[in-house]
Nanobody, 120 residues
């Protein structure tokens, strides 16, 4: 059974940093395209970043480029999202999502999400 479990969320101050984790089980994370998606209260889903299978190619939404870094540890089967220079606009529930072997979407599995409020 495929499972994704996010952790690491919590209150952050503007300008602060936070690292989210997504522990995967039931599949080999490095074989698939993995993504981070977020949803702010009252808004739709926003794609944040993806890391492609095989190599380490990463892509980012323009709103987070230069501030967020996606990485994975294939030994721990875990996906990470390192966030720096956080802004109140980054406040959202963050989800990790599993794509296909070569494509970002459609996502076929999601985690339960972890909340990241950014406020002073």
């Amino acid at each position: 059974e495929v499972q994704l479990v996010e952790s690491g969320g919590g209150l952050a101050q503007p300008g602060g940093s936070l690292t989210l984790s997504c522990a995967a089980s039931g599949f080999t994370l490095g074989t698939y395209v993995m993504s981070w998606v977020r949803q702010a209260l009252g808004k739709g889903l926003e794609w944040v970043s993806s890391i492609h299978s095989g190599g380490s190619t990463t892509t980012y939404a323009s709103s987070v480029t230069g501030r967020f870094t996606t990485a994975r540890d294939n030994v721990k089967n875990t996906l990470y999202l390192q966030m720096i220079s956080l802004k109140p606009a980054d406040t959202a529930v963050y989800y990790c999502a599993k794509g296909s072997l070569y494509e970002v979407s459609p996502f076929d599995s999601w985690g339960q999400g972890t909340q990241v409020p950014v406020s002073s």
